[in-house]
């Protein structure tokens, strides 16, 4: 095994480590915090400085979800096959139902019968892209959503264009690092890990993935799977 290889197996190893082993101190903070919480709830100035806690331990356990969520992508058997795109953006926009009539998110589909890939890896990674679709949009704008979904001459295509807030050029290789976050978390809560995970999930079938971006003028992913 080389160099390359032994390094990613010691990184698998302390992702699922941190991510597994930090579930009990946090479940014993909690618990604690709740029984403090209730033993000062009539003192006012003590009560800001526990709510204070509370947000940043659902902070750590925001993050922990997601690392775990890492941890189980990069652990995963990926057993690539052609499947229908239609069922998995009907699973995709059926999970993201709730979040799809709240915003008003008008989502429109083209796609071909057939894509390659992990059906469980792509429908990750497809909920994924059009959750932050969904999220990452100026206060009070209906988001419009365009997906083309498409396989031939040896890969299979995904983009995802909308209408959100995109991002200056310059962070669009920046935005696929662990926990890199372009807003303030009051502003769009996250983890920051999930184009990460989406990233992983690209590079486990050999592919790539690109994502196209103006500030205030919306993002456009480009996903291409080689089909092997």
Same mark, same amino acid.
Not at 170 to 191: C, H, I, M, S
């Given at each position: *095994?080389?160099?390359?290889?032994? /390094? ?5 190893? /302390? ?9 009990? #101190? ?8 709740? *029984? ?14 526990? +709510? %204070? ?6 902070? *750590? ?18 057993? #690539? ?56 949009? #100026?206060?009070?704008?209906? #988001? ?37 976050? /372009?807003?303030? %978390? ?23 993935? +690109? ?8 993002? /456009? ?8």
């Amino acid at each position: *095994m080389d160099k390359t290889k032994i /390094l990613e197996e010691e990184y698998k190893k /302390l992702v699922y480590a941190v991510s597994h082993d930090l579930q009990s #101190p946090l479940r014993v903070l909690d618990g604690h915090l709740h *029984m403090l919480d209730a033993k000062i709830k009539d003192n006012e100035q003590l009560s800001i400085h526990t +709510e %204070a806690m509370s947000d940043s331990l659902l902070q *750590m356990k925001a993050y922990l979800k997601g690392l775990i969520d890492y941890s189980r992508t990069i652990h995963s058997n990926i057993n #690539p096959q052609f499947f229908s795109i239609a069922d998995i953006l009907a699973v995709a926009k059926y999970e993201l139902n709730d979040k799809i009539q709240k915003s008003g998110a008008e989502i429109n589909i083209s796609t071909s019968d057939t894509f390659f890939g992990d059906r469980d890896l792509i429908k990750k990674l497809v909920i994924q892209l059009l959750d932050n679709a969904i999220k990452f949009q #100026p206060p009070g704008q209906q #988001p419009v959503i365009h997906v083309e979904a498409s396989s031939g001459d040896g890969q299979s295509i995904l983009t995802i264009r909308d209408n959100g807030i995109g991002f200056s050029p310059e962070w669009k290789d920046r935005v696929f690092e662990l926990f890199q976050k /372009l807003n303030k %978390a009051t502003d769009y809560p996250g983890n920051g890990l999930g184009l990460a995970i989406c990233q992983k999930v690209v590079e486990m079938h050999g592919g790539t993935i +690109e994502v196209e971006a103006q500030e205030g003028a919306g993002c /456009l992913v480009r996903v291409v799977i080689p089909v092997s």
